[in-house]
Every structure is written in C-alpha cells, then in structure tokens.
C-alpha cells in the first residue's frame, strides 16, 4: 500500500455471498471498521473484464489514485484465486481480508497471497486465531434491541433459556425428526431445573418436519416460538440480549459466536450425527475457551470474558492500515 500522508479512510468492499453467515460476517466486520462499505458482485469467470470493472468502480468510488482498498472476502462461494488476482490491478493499494470460517483439511495455495487471514482453525503469519467466528453483532445494536424490544421480552417468565436452532448442512443432514426429539428431552431436563420459559428460532437451514418434531417434543413447557421468516434482525439481537442462558445447535457457527458475546452462560449440542467435524472443532475452541459446556442434564452458571472475533478482526486490520500509510 503506498504512502498516504493525507490519512485518507480506505475504501472498502465486501464481496458478495449467498451464504447468508459469511456475508454477515463480512458485512459485521465492515461495519465495525467504522469506514463504510459498499458491496461489490462475486467474480463472473472472467478475471479480465472483472478486473476492468472493479478498476472503473475504484475511479468512480475513491478520492485518488492512492486511496487505499481493502476488500473483504472469505469462506463461501471458491473465489480465492479470483479475489488474489486482483493485486496486479491496485498494485499497492490493495489490503485483502479472508474470513475462514470453516476450512477443509488442505488450504487453497493461494490463501496465503492475502494481507490478513481469520481464522478459528488456523495460525501462523498473517493469521489471526478467533475464538468463534465473526458476525453482526456488537454491543450498540444490542443494547438497541435491547430496548426497543423490552416491553414485549419483559412480559415472559423469567429466566429466559434462548434456544437457537440451525439445521442441516451441505455436508451433514442428521437433523431428524429423532435428533430433534433427543434435543427436545435435554433442553426439558434444563427448562424444568430453572423455571422460566425457552423463547426459540430457527433458521434457514432448519428442517420442517424436525422443527415441528422439537416444538411438539416441548409440548407442556412455556416456551415462545419466533420463524426466522418473520421476525426481523432486531428483534433476535433482542432476544439476544434478553435471554439469561442459551442452547446452541452446533451446526450454526454463528450462532454459538453471536450468544458467546453476550457472555451468558452457553450450552452447546454437538452430536457427531447432527454436526460437521469442522463445526465440532470450531464450537470446541468455544468449550475450551470456557465460553461454552455441552448440553447435558445438569446446569450451573459460570462466567466468562466475551470473546470478541469480529472486533479482533477490526483491530488489526486498523493496526496494519496505520502502519501501512
């Protein structure tokens, strides 16, 4: 990146994904950076028109010829050779950014031509080691939903027991009709022990027939029921903010990483039959951490200090932005 005696802010790009978490992720990042961020369209197959495309973007969208870019990508669509040759185009002025929420055994040879890569699997240069996985969440838009929210959570009985339950994913489909009711008679033995109520949502990812199998196992256990369909970001930071503890489906990395800011007490399922190796070993750093225990029979409250991966990711990146211009 060349000198930049003006300071100027840096312009920065998210790379767009259908992947609705490591989107999120990038956008949570891009936000905590403070700087604004635009979205620019995954690569179309064509390095040199995409390239030509950006570059006209860079003039229409920068303050000069010198304004520094950073361009945020990661784990998702396979654009890690795409988004790598772009340097040529920005010479020095580009920072790349790779959030690595799940990688596969052997990394892309080409991962290691980015400035910064996070990562709660891998360490060494240029490698920042999360605990959990970036996401949206932070403590402003928090405490809005905190409040905005407060008159409706503060009608529900008290503790609230925040379930949250993803599903299946591309490479593990064992959230069942029979996972879901095994699930359902735990999160009993925790509901009965505390009292209170289980406020749920699901997601995207959530199975039908093993959602209702769930709600159907809690029959007889107050519990407050909200699609994901129909409640808008706001109202499951609120939920967030209001529940005293959570269960965790171990499949939605975002999830664990999102109740884990809070600092509440965290209870995780990880069956090998509903959960990836990947997303085993991520949730375990939680464990480790002391963020999180299995989801058993027993409770008893702990504390913990938050982790923090996405304002983890900002910092840095502001320290090497500093030291780069």
Known sequence: MTANPSKTPPLVW??????????????????????????????????????????????QEGYGHTTPLLIITGTGEE??????????VFAQQLFTVYLAS?????????????????????????????????HQLNHENLALAYQQHADYFSTLPYP???????????????????????LAERIINISQALGGCLAITNSRRTPAPALNAL????????????????IDHTFYHALLAHADLFVVTG?????????AFTGKPLLVDISTSATECYHREIVGGLIDYGAAKLLGEDFEPWRYIPPDPTGTVANVIQQRLMERI
């Open 251 to 259: 499949d939605s990395l975002s999830m664990c990483s999102e109740a």
């Open 102 to 134: 799940i990688l596969p055994d052997e990394r892309h040879p080409r991962l290691g031509e980015y400035d910064l890569i996070a990562s709660p699997q891998l360490s060494g240069n240029n490698i920042i080691t999360l605990i959990g996985v970036p």
């Open 14 to 59: 998210v790379v767009d994904s259908a992947y609705t978490g490591e989107l999120h992720a990038r956008i949570g990042l891009a936000e905590r950076l403070g700087y604004g961020y635009s979205l620019i369209p995954l690569p179309t197959g064509d390095a040199s028109a995409y390239g030509d495309m950006l570059r006209q973007r860079y003039r």
């Open 160 to 182: 609230i027991i925040g379930v949250l339950v993803g599903g299946n994913t591309r490479y593990c489909d064992g959230f069942t009709q029979s996972h879901a009711l095994y």
């Open 215 to 230: 709600l159907a196992g809690l029959n007889g256990i107050p519990h407050y029921y909200f699609d994901w369909q129909h």
């Open 79 to 88: 654009t890690t050779a795409e988004i790598a040759n772009l340097r040529p």
